[in-house]
C-alpha cells in the first residue's frame, strides 16, 4: 500500500503521472499517454496547477480517437520535464496551459480534426478527433525558465518505514554506545553512498562531515576498547550484527579497506558536476546560475563550466560581455587572487566607499564607469548641503574642533589633542576629572572647559558666567527673571554661539569645507542595504519536510555573504530554524566546525526545534579534562551519538540574539552566541553569569557535534 500523499488523487493515470515524474531526477523526461481531460478540462484545473508546479511541460499531442481499436476515446501524449525542485507558483509563462488553452496556442498539435467540442461532457455532442497517426511531427520543445527558483519537495516514501528504523534501533538496543555510534555511522555511509550514486549536490556536504567523524571514531578510546587491534574488520560483535543482515553494521564495514583504512571513494572529496540546463554557449546564464548558488562569481570557475558543457567562448569576450552589455561589475575591494564579478544591482549594495576606493585610482574604462556608478548611487552632498555643521555632532572629526578651539578661543589649544575616551571628549593626557585644574594652572582658558563639558553634556563643567557678546539682548527675552540671567539661558546661548562660529570658520576655508564635507559623506552615506533573493538551500542532513520561508532563506543568504549578522525575527517566526540553517556555513567551508551557545533559560525551544531540522546531529556536556585532545573530545561527543539531539541554536521567548562570525575558508569556528539573561538589579553579577549562561566549544561546554 502507498501511503505517499499522491493517493489522494481519485484518478489512476494522475497518480501514476504525478508520482513517478516527481520520482524523476532533475531534469527527467516523462512521457505519459492520457486522458484528454488532463490538458483541457476545467476540473482538472488544480491538477494542472500540481503539475506545473513541479515539472515542466515541453510538448503535447493529441492523437486520432481510433487509434486504440475499440477504444474511440481522445487521449493526449504529453512530454514533461522535472524541474528539480517545485515552484511558489506557477510561471507565468505556464498560464494558459493551467487555463486548459494549450491546443488553443498550439493548434497543429492536435494530429487530426475535431468534432465536437472538449469537455462539453456526454449531454452535448460527442468530442473525437479523426484522422490517420503516423507519427509525431517535427517540434521545438518549450523552453524552461531558468530565472524560476525552485525549493526542493519531500519525495514521499511508498510505504511507512517507521517500523523498520524502530526495528533496527532495536537489534543494537543492548550494546555498548560505541556499537550504537558505529552504525549510526554506517547509516550515513549509507546515505552518502545514495547521494553518491545519484550525482547530488548534498554528496560533497555530506562526506566533509562524514569523513573527520569516521576519522575520528576510528581514533577514539572507545572504539580501540572494543577493537584493540585498530581494525574496524576485527570487531566481532559488529561482524555479528553484519551477519544479521544489519545495515548500519555493513555499511560501517565497507567504508574501511580489509587493513582499517578508508575506501578511496571516502577518502577523496566526491566530484560532483554542476548542472546547467540551458545551452553550452549561453555563457551569460551560467554566469548568473553561478551567482545564484553561491553569491560570488570567480572569472575562472565560469570558464571551467563553461568549457565542461562544451563552450568555446574566449575569456576576453566573455569578460567583455558580461561588463559591457550586461552591466556585471568587477569585485576588486576585496583583493583577492583573480576576476571576481557581481551583476552591477548586487555589487551597488552593501559598503559602497570600500568599493569606491578600490577603483578609483585603477586605469580603465571599466573601473571608471564603476566609479561613476558608485559616486551616483552614494549621493554625494556638498558642504551648503549638509543640514547641520556643529563641532558637538558625532560625525565632526576631534581634530577639526581642536583646530577650531586654537583658531577662535584659545591659542593654547595649538599641538593638543582631543580625544575619545570612556565615551568623553577629554584632552590627550590629562585625566577627564582633572580638566578644570588644568585651567586653573593656567595651561587652557575656563572657555576650552566649557567647550569641553558642552560636547560630553556635562553641566559641571559647562557653567558658564556670562552670556556671548552681542546677546545680552536676546538674553533678557529668554530669562524668567529680567533681573537675573539663569544657567540654562548662558548654556544654550553659548551652544548656539559656538555652532555658528565653527560653521562661519570651516565655511571661509574651501579646502577645510571640502575635507569636511568629504568626512560627513563617509561617515553618513555609502551604505545600501542588499537585498537577497531566496535562493533554496542545498544543506546536508537537514530534515526535507522541514521547508523555510523565503525571509529565513533570504537572512542565511545573508549570514553567509557578510560573515556575521543578526536574525531578529519576532517571536514565532522562526529564529531557530534560521540559525540552524546557518550550519550550511560548515558545508561551504566557511568554518571548521560550527559551535552555539545559548541561555539557560532559552534552551528549551531550541531543544525541541533544533533535532527537527537537523536530527541527526547531536550535542553533548563534556569537561575539558574528561579528554586530552581536540580529536579525542570530538571523538568523545561523537560516541554519544544516540543521545537527543540538544540546542545547535537558540531561541528565547522575547528576544533572539545571534551573531555567526564566520571566517571564510580561514579554519575558525562559526560562533553562534546568544546573550546572557540580563542581570537584574541588586543580584550579584557572577552569580548572575553562572544562571543565564551555559557555554560552549571549551571547558564545560555544550558543543554540537556531528554523529
Known sequence: MDHARSTELKAAYAYFMLRTQDLAAPGGIGVYVIPYGFLSGARQRSLRERVLLRHHLLAAFRLPSDLFPGAAIVVDVVFLRARGGELAAVDDSDAFILEGRYFDEHPLHVLGREIGKPGSGEKAFRYTVQGEFTGFPKFEPRPMCRACVVRPYVIEETVDRGGVVREREAEVADYGEAVRTAVLLGNRVEEFAAEVGARSRRAPGLWRELKPDLEAFIASSAFHAEVPSGNPHDWTVLARLRDADNSGATRFLTAFTGTGELVHWLAEEPRVEPEFRGRRDDFVAQATELFRRQRELELGQLMALHRQLGGATPEARILDVL?????????????????????????????????????????????????????????????????????????????????????????????????????????????????????????????????????????????????????????????????????????????????????????????????????????????????????????????????????????????????????????????????????????????????????????????????????????????????????????????????????????????????????????????????????????????????????????????????
Open 323 to 707: 561588463t559591457q552589455e550586461q552591466g556585471w561589475m568587477i569585485e576588486a575591494a576585496d583583493r583577492r587572487p583573480g576576476t571576481w564579478l557581481e551583476p552591477g544591482d548586487v555589487y551597488l549594495t552593501g559598503a559602497l566607499w570600500p568599493k569606491l576606493d578600490a577603483v578609483a585610482d585603477r586605469p580603465g574604462p571599466q573601473f571608471k564607469k564603476q566609479a561613476a556608478a558608485l559616486r551616483k548611487r552614494i549621493g554625494w552632498v556638498t558642504f551648503d548641503d549638509i543640514p547641520e555643521v556643529a563641532p558637538n555632532l558625532g560625525w565632526i572629526p576631534l581634530t577639526v574642533v581642536a583646530d577650531w578651539l586654537a583658531a577662535t578661543i584659545d591659542d593654547r589649544m595649538q599641538g593638543v589633542r582631543l580625544v575619545h575616551k570612556d565615551g568623553l571628549v577629554q584632552l590627550l593626557g590629562v585625566r577627564y576629572e582633572e580638566t578644570s585644574e588644568h585651567a586653573v594652572k593656567g595651561h587652557i582658558s575656563e572657555r576650552v572647559v566649557d567647550v569641553i563639558g558642552w560636547l560630553n553634556h556635562d553641566r559641571y563643567l559647562f557653567g558658564p558666567k556670562d552670556v556671548p557678546p552681542g546677546m545680552d539682548e536676546l538674553a533678557m527675552k529668554l530669562a524668567t527673571d529680567p533681573d537675573r540671567i539663569d544657567i540654562g539661558v548662558r548654556r544654550y546661548l553659548w551652544g548656539q554661539h559656538w555652532s555658528e562660529s565653527f560653521a562661519r570658520w570651516v565655511a571661509a576655508d574651501p579646502e577645510r569645507a571640502e575635507e569636511l564635507a568629504e568626512h560627513y559623506n563617509r561617515t553618513t552615506r555609502g551604505y545600501v542595504a542588499p537585498e537577497f533573493e531566496p535562493v533554496p538551500l542545498d544543506i546536508s542532513r537537514w530534515n526535507p519536510e522541514v521547508q523555510l520561508h523565503d525571509y529565513q532563506l533570504s537572512g542565511v543568504w545573508r549570514l553567509l555573504k557578510h560573515r556575521s549578522g543578526l536574525p531578529a525575527f519576532g517571536v514565532g517566526l522562526g529564529k531557530t530554524f534560521t540559525a540552524s540553517a546557518s550550519w550550511v556555513a560548515r558545508q561551504e567551508w566557511l568554518a571548521r566546525s560550527p559551535s552555539c551557545s545559548s541561555p539557560t533559560r532559552s534552551r528549551g525551544s531550541g531543544t525541541a526545534t533544533s533535532p527537527r531540522v537537523l536530527p541527526t546531529i547531536a550535542s553533548s556536556s563534556s569537561a575539558r579534562s574528561a579528554t586530552s585532545s581536540p580529536r579525542a573530545r570530538a571523538t568523545a561527543a561523537s560516541s554519544r551519538g544516540s543521545r537527543p539531539a540538544r540546542s545547535t541554536a537558540s531561541s528565547s521567548s522575547a528576544h533572539h540574539h545571534l551573531t555567526s562570525r564566520l571566517g571564510r575558508r580561514s579554519g575558525r569556528e562559526v560562533d553562534c552566541v546568544s546573550p546572557p539573561t540580563p542581570i537584574r538589579p541588586g543580584a550579584r553579577p557572577r552569580a548572575a553569569r553562572r544562571r543565564s549562561s551555559s557555554t560552549c566549544s571549551s571547558s564545560t561546554r555544550s558543543s554540537a557535534r556531528f554523529v
